[in-house]
């Protein structure tokens, strides 16, 4: 198997779209040679913990009205190539993920991590839920078969913060500025929604130098 390290942030379109493309990817090509593991990455580490009004948020980042609904234009289009739900008008609060992130390292102890990172997309882009808040994260686990109880009571304290934070900073060390980033077994890596047919791709030639390294 090969490793492929994924940074990524739940409301992160890009990551969404991204890993819309991937899975598209790895049903073409079902023997894939790919072990997945999802890393920390907040796009907005200093947001408030409580969160901010979506629409504040967004039109302190981009300026205004006009330039929010600028920047969403192309990630509209690029949705609906990719044949990704986003509704964004049903968002209402800009959420701080550190404790979304908690939640894909836990799911990821259970074996359930990709689950979790496709199910806090859905609740946020889909959905519209807030996904910072403790109560829907707590349904989010469950609907991906954790136990409720447990992970609101993890949940509640901060078991794996300081942790999460620190992953989310080395990242940040060795350069990564922007999320979905892509690490392929330690050594190449992408950055970006990547088509299908680049996944398609690059797993045929692992596959193919396997053949050759094995012969």
């Known amino acids: 198997m090969i490793k492929l390290d994924i940074l990524s942030d739940p409301v992160c379109p890009w990551c969404y779209i991204g890993k819309a493309k991937l899975d598209r990817a790895l049903e073409a090509r079902p023997d894939h040679p790919f072990e997945i593991e999802w890393h920390p990455f907040q796009l907005n580490p200093e947001m408030p913990r409580g969160g901010m009004d979506r629409r504040t948020y967004l039109e302190w980042k981009f300026g205004g009205k006009d330039g929010a609904v600028q920047a969403h234009v192309p990630i509209m289009q690029h949705a609906a190539k990719a044949g990704v739900e986003l509704n964004l008008d ?3 609060r800009s959420p701080n993920t550190l404790d979304a992130h908690r939640l894909i390292h836990w799911a990821g102890l ?3 991590q990709t ?3 496709s199910a806090l997309f859905r609740a946020y882009f889909r959905d519209g839920r807030d996904i910072g808040d403790t109560e829907v994260l707590a349904d989010v ?6 136990d409720r109880a447990m992970i609101a009571r993890l949940l509640a304290g901060d078991g794996d913060r300081e942790e999460i934070a620190a992953r989310d900073a080395h990242a940040r060390e060795r350069g990564v ?3 979905p980033t892509f690490v392929i077994a330690n050594t190449y890596v992408l950055s970006g929604a990547q088509p299908a047919e680049t996944w ?3 797993i045929d030639e692992i596959v193919e130098k396997t053949k050759d390294t094995a012969s």
């Open 115 to 117: 689950a979790m990172v």
């Open 177 to 179: 500025s922007a999320v």
């Open 110 to 112: 259970e074996g359930r």
């Open 141 to 146: 686990a469950a609907c991906v078969g954790l």
């Open 200 to 202: 398609i791709k690059i």
């Open 90 to 92: 049903q968002i209402t």
